[in-house]
């Protein structure tokens, strides 16, 4: 039942206060669900992170007890009270702590949860899969696959017996007749639960005359595009789309609309709609940063002022590119809301080189609209073949993948064809391989503000050479391909742990050490 990347929901959002997507923003959803599933009266959560992931050394630095909190009060990811979430969720009675197990999990980022609240008590296993996304992936010791892009009815039938558990299957199908599907999860061993897919709100009232299936949840979606069982995929790899580009004279803008549009069930103006909307916010993002937002809890001060006065490089559209790209890093260092594109570390490289080369190249909104779907469109066979989360391939799959995208959006800012733009994305992520996330202080501020400019600046260099007609050697579906796997092959210490590189340089654990110092310690640890 998984659905294909959408543009929405895996590649250009969430929109977010916070320092990381799969931390902060991922959290969020995860605090939410749970809020629903305690009957929006949650009491007490404790986490538990694996000491071989990453969120055991990140998950105060980057935002996951500010996230987690929000979440289980019920404020969006967006919510600018997310910065204050900790303290409100203390003032309104959740006891919220975090411990470490040694513990080894299958996904870096696993939440290993209990959760008390509406007279109910539950065990769950979460995981943040990179960019925002994330999935319920076991209940009360039970197998199961949520990911948010349903309404979701789970019957908790506990112990009740196979038999028994069939037995309300054959009710609920026929009850249920319209729902997208209905899963038997479970085993005589550990328990069955029945999980109703659907894409509309689930009518509950029927098929709970058996007694067996009386105790049950119901989850709303909770991603901006809804999943449907219908959807037949237009293409899965830059081939394809290069093939209906040239079948049907289209642009990748358009393919991307088309493509956002059949995904997500809505209308193709719609998608455009909603992409300006994000773009709107990503520009209102550059503009309050202007004013030099500060947060306590940050490394580096507002730098992007000092661009101004300083001796110009003769690169107009680089300059511009640099200061837009460190103005959307400093709203997000001060928990402004920014739009995770396609990661929340990754926030200034894609939309700040779109936005600066459009501006240098007099082009208006509708013009950068249409470059960021392109630049989307390549981001989805990202996220459909190789990986956003850092966790899992390094800093490659944050500001690499954002660099490759960039480049292709570009081409279509230029008026380039398809070929051209897949030949930047390729030629762009190419130079990328290998790059590792290793945060100063596990903040998302240094090296992250460089490695965004380099992003930049290499997908305007890319984007130059593909319009020139320099050959990519190799196509972009065989370098996501090769991406991926010299992203697994990146030490685990390199991989958003804090266990290598820069973060254990003497310069870093300094600041760390200062941070600490500063730090009233926000949530309750037993690391
Ligand atoms: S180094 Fe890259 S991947 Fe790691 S936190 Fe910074 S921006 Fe994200």
């Known amino acids: 039942m998984r659905q294909p990347a959408s543009i929405f929901n895996d590649v250009i959002g969430p929109v977010m206060v916070g320092p990381s997507s799969s931390h902060t923003a991922a959290s969020a959803r995860i605090g939410y669900l749970l809020r629903c599933m305690c009957q929006n009266a949650p009491e007490r959560v404790i986490c538990e992170f694996s000491r071989s992931g990453s969120l055991a050394f990140c998950h105060e630095g980057q935002g996951t007890d500010m996230g987690l909190a929000g979440g289980l009060l019920g404020l969006a990811p967006e919510d600018e009270r997310m910065r204050e979430a900790v303290v409100l969720a203390r003032q309104a009675g959740i006891e919220l702590e975090f411990a470490i197990t040694e513990e ?35 209940l009360n010791g039970i197998p199961l696959s949520i990911d948010g892009g349903y309404h979701e009815a789970l019957f908790l039938l506990g112990s009740c017996g196979t038999q028994a558990a069939q037995q309300v299957l054959q009710e609920l199908n026929a009850g249920l007749g319209d729902c997208e599907d209905i899963v038997l999860c479970g085993n005589e061993a550990v328990g069955f639960i029945i999980n109703v897919k659907s894409a509309r709100p689930i009518n509950i009232e029927a098929p709970t005359k058996n007694r067996v299936a009386r105790d ?19 293409f899965h790899t830059a081939t394809e789309i290069e093939a209906l580009a040239q079948a049907e004279n289209l642009s990748l803008a358009q393919l991307a609309i088309i493509y956002e549009a059949r995904r997500g069930h809505i209308t193709e103006a719609e998608v455009f709609e909603r992409m300006r909307r994000l773009l709107r916010i990503m520009r209102q993002a550059i503009q309050r940063a202007e004013s030099r937002p500060q947060y306590a809890d940050r490394i580096l001060p507002p730098q992007a002022h000092l661009l101004r006065a300083a001796p110009q490089l003769p690169n107009p559209a680089l300059n511009a590119v640099i200061r837009n790209i460190t103005l959307l890093m400093e709203a997000k260092s001060a928990l402004l809301p920014i739009v995770a594109a396609p990661t929340a570390g990754s926030c200034g490289a894609l939309p700040g080189t779109i936005i600066g080369a459009a501006h240098s190249l007099g082009k208006g909104e509708d013009d950068m609209a249409k470059a960021l779907l392109a630049a989307a469109l390549v981001g989805v066979l990202i996220a459909e073949h190789a990986t956003f989360a850092a966790e899992v391939g390094g800093c490659q799959a944050e500001c690499g993948a954002a660099s490759g995208m960039a480049a292709a959006g570009l081409v279509q800012l230029m008026g380039g064809s398809v ?73 685990r210490s390199l991989r958003c742990t804090c266990q290598g590189g820069l973060s254990l340089t003497p310069a870093a654990r300094k600041i760390a050490e200062q941070l600490v110092s500063k730090n009233i310690s926000k949530t309750k640890h037993n690391i």
């Open 419 to 491: 070929p051209t733009a897949l030949n930047a994305a390729s030629l762009a992520l190419q130079n990328v391989f290998g790059l590792v996330c290793d945060p100063v202080a596990a903040r998302v501020e240094a090296p992250c503000l460089g490695r965004n400019i380099m992003a930049g600046a290499n997908a305007l260099a890319m984007a130059q050479a593909a319009l020139a007609g320099f050959e990519p050697v190799i196509p972009l579906d065989e370098t996501i391909a090769a991406m991926r796997e010299v992203g697994e092959k990146i030490d």
């Open 104 to 138: 080894a999990f299958p996904h870096p980022n696993t939440y290993k949860v209990r959760a008390w609240g509406g007279g109910r008590q539950f065990a769950a296993l979460f995981a943040s899969l990179g960019g925002g996304m994330i999935e319920l992936r076991e």
């Open 216 to 234: 049950f949840l119901l989850l709303p979606p909770i991603m901006p595009v809804q999943s449907h069982k219908h959807y037949v995929g237009l």
